[in-house]
């Protein structure tokens, strides 16, 4: 990370006319094709749960999980400011337990902590700020309430509910969050938000008019399977263009194609294999 991607000049990109760019990062080669490509910042987001670790939603991964993931992001050393999610149940404890669970992500290589919830969450996220470590905050659409939020659905669709989110928003930006992630939400209460609150919205299907975007790593180069959410925008097939290339390989293993001369490792004076086992043979 360098200065200016540290969470007091990611904070003053607010309004500086140029989106912030936020990708998500699971391991060392994705955080260094992220870094490479110039993200601004590197979320190693409890998405890892679904689109690595194969489980139905986020609610699995543990603060073991989350920073040894985070220790393999960090160690592709990026230039990009590092962000790790706190997962379910690592702040919805006491102080010094989401403090702990905060540190250890921080010391894995993180620069800041994302977590999840408004002013519900305001206590959990002034301790954290009191052990001086930046918070991220994350609003919407926000994964690990899928069972309160009854799936994963677009949130804030009402006036009233949209208000409340607003006002989670700037209580956030109030208690020292350095930015605020909007998930799913209409462009309008995107916008709302955006407007409202000093700090940059990063939005992930919330319209074009935040302070930054961000989408996950496996989404937008086209690895994950399924049917992708209708903001997903996937710029590679790298699943089909892997699959292709390891059915290539099996192919040419099968049909002796594979290793060719200059793929084999022979004696230094060119002894051929057969004079190999007829020396040892004999
Ligand atoms: O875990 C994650 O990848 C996230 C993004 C969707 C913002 O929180």
């Not at 799936?151 to 669709?157: D, H, L, N, R, Y």
């Amino acid at each position: 990370m360098s200065a200016s991607t540290a969470a007091p000049a990611i904070r003053a990109r607010k309004g500086d006319g140029t989106p912030l760019v936020m990708v998500t990062a699971y391991d060392t080669p994705s955080a260094r094709i992220v870094d490479d490509a110039g993200a601004d910042i590197i979320l190693v987001g409890d998405s890892v749960a679904m689109v690595v670790l194969g489980y139905d939603d986020t609610l699995s991964v543990t603060v073991d999980d989350m920073a040894h993931h985070t220790a393999a992001v960090a160690r592709a050393k990026p230039r990009a400011m590092v962000v790790a999610d706190m997962p379910w149940m690592s702040y919805h404890v006491s102080r010094e337990d989401t403090v702990r669970n905060a540190a250890r992500l921080l010391r894995a290589g993180a620069a800041a902590v994302k977590l999840e919830g408004g002013r519900k969450r305001l206590e959990m996220v002034g301790a954290i700020l009191d052990a001086e470590i930046p918070v991220m905050g994350h609003l919407g659409l926000t994964p690990q309430s899928v069972h309160m939020l009854g799936g994963f659905k677009v949130q804030a669709k009402e006036f009233d509910a949209a208000r409340a989110l607003v006002d989670d928003a700037v209580a956030l930006a109030e208690a020292g969050c350095f930015a605020i992630v909007l998930e799913c939400v209409p462009d309008a209460v995107a916008t709302m938000v955006t407007e409202a609150v000093p700090v940059p919205t990063i939005g992930i299907g919330a319209g074009a008019h935040c302070d930054g975007q961000v989408l996950v790593f496996h989404d937008l180069l086209g690895l994950g399977g399924g049917r992708a959410p209708k903001f997903v925008r996937r710029y590679a097939d790298l699943r089909g263009d892997a699959t292709t290339a390891v059915a290539q390989f099996a192919d040419d293993v099968r049909s002796g194609r594979y290793p060719s001369e200059a793929e084999t490792y022979h004696f230094a004076d060119g002894t051929p294999v057969p004079g190999l086992y007829q020396a040892a043979s004999a």
